[in-house]
């Protein structure tokens, strides 16, 4: 973006620095607020006008399908996000807190997400409107479980929409 001139780019970034296979495989917290600062203060140094979506609820997007076979199998079988949906059915306190600790993580990504953004004049956060939303089966494609349903596509479109510097 920077080497093409960009002049408004939307970041959506974070769900897969915490999806990894375990816990102690996510990336730090410092090292991603690092990164994300570094690139939303070069983006705004050329005066890209840039848009930051906070991260959905990682913990939500479980707790509506973990009931689900067909979503426990998938997860299962795709090896998708273990560090949250791994042992789906399980209500053991290890994957109880693993799962508590994803979220937490994607959590302090959100609020450095928000600062990164808050220190650069041309960003524009989106108050944890993606966070906050409180989407629904329908939300989340039956293909993976865990990616957005073309309703959901449409959802996430209208609420980074209302929450951008254009729609204001």
């Given amino acids: 973006a920077i080497a093409r001139g960009a002049q408004y780019v939307t970041i959506e970034i974070g769900a897969n620095d915490a999806c990894t296979k375990t816990v102690g495989a996510m990336t730090p917290t410092a090292v991603y607020s690092a990164n994300v600062s570094a690139a ?3 983006l705004g140094a050329q005066g890209t006008q840039i848009f930051v979506a906070s991260i959905p609820n990682l913990q939500r997007m479980y707790d509506i399908n973990k ?4 979503a426990r199998l998938t ?3 795709l090896g998708l996000c273990q ?7 399980s209500t053991k306190g290890v994957d109880v807190q693993r799962r508590a ?4 993580r994607v959590n302090e990504y959100n609020v450095a997400l928000q600062q990164a953004c808050a220190a650069v004049a041309t960003c524009r956060f989106d108050g944890f ?8 089966k329908a939300h ?3 293909r993976d479980y ?3 349903s073309a309703t959901g596509q449409s959802v996430f479109a209208e609420i980074t929409w209302n929450a951008s510097q254009w729609a204001q």
Avoid: C, G, R
């Fill in 40 to 42: 939303i203060t070069a």
């Fill in 67 to 70: 009931s689900s076979l067909s």
């Fill in 75 to 77: 997860w299962s079988v």
């Fill in 83 to 89: 560090s949250m949906l791994a042992n789906p059915s």
């Fill in 101 to 104: 600790a994803v979220q937490a």
């Fill in 129 to 136: 409107a993606v966070a906050n939303y409180a989407f629904t």
């Fill in 140 to 142: 989340i494609s039956t």
């Fill in 146 to 148: 865990f990616h957005p």
